[in-house]
């Protein structure tokens, strides 16, 4: 059974920086595309970013490139989404996701409804 765990959520200021994490287990990290999406209160979850199988394609929503930098451990079946220069309308929960099958030559980054493993979410506030 496929598992994916964030971590390193928490409480920021404006201007600061913080790391999300995401571990997989149970599974092929290297096999899945991987992704970040956000969902804030009251609104539907969205797509942040996007890596490939090796890192090689990286994407990013318009609100945070920039600032924000997605990157893969596959040694260690890790994700990272480094956020700099946050704002508070980063705050949100922010949920880690991995599609199977993802193959060199699809679509990228995939659409929201390709993914098949999501974890529980991460907590990030931004604070004015």
């Known amino acids: 059974q496929v598992q994916l765990v964030e971590?390193?959520?928490?409480l920021?200021?404006?201007?600061g920086?913080?790391?999300?994490?995401?571990e997989v287990s149970g599974?092929?990290?290297?096999?899945?595309?991987?992704?970040?999406?956000?969902?804030a209160p009251g609104k539907e979850r969205e797509f942040v970013s996007a890596i490939s199988l090796a890192g090689?394609?990286?994407a990013y929503a318009d609100s945070v490139k920039g600032r924000f930098t997605i990157s893969r451990r596959n040694s260690k079946n890790l994700?990272?989404?480094?956020?700099?220069?946050?704002?508070?309308?980063?705050?949100?929960v922010y949920y880690c996701a991995a599609d199977r099958s993802?193959?060199?030559?699809?679509?990228?980054?995939?659409a929201q409804n390709e993914y098949?493993?999501?974890g529980q979410g991460t907590q990030v506030t931004v604070s004015s």
């Open 102 to 110: 993802f193959r060199p030559g699809s679509q990228f980054p995939p």
């Open 17 to 22: 920086s913080l790391t999300v994490s995401c």
């Open 12 to 15: 920021v200021q404006a201007g």
């Open 56 to 58: 090689g394609n990286t």
């Open 7 to 10: 971590s390193g959520g928490g």
């Open 27 to 39: 599974g092929t990290f290297s096999r899945y595309a991987m992704g970040w999406f956000r969902q």
């Open 116 to 118: 098949d493993y999501w």
């Open 79 to 92: 994700l990272y989404l480094q956020m700099n220069s946050l704002k508070t309308e980063d705050t949100a």
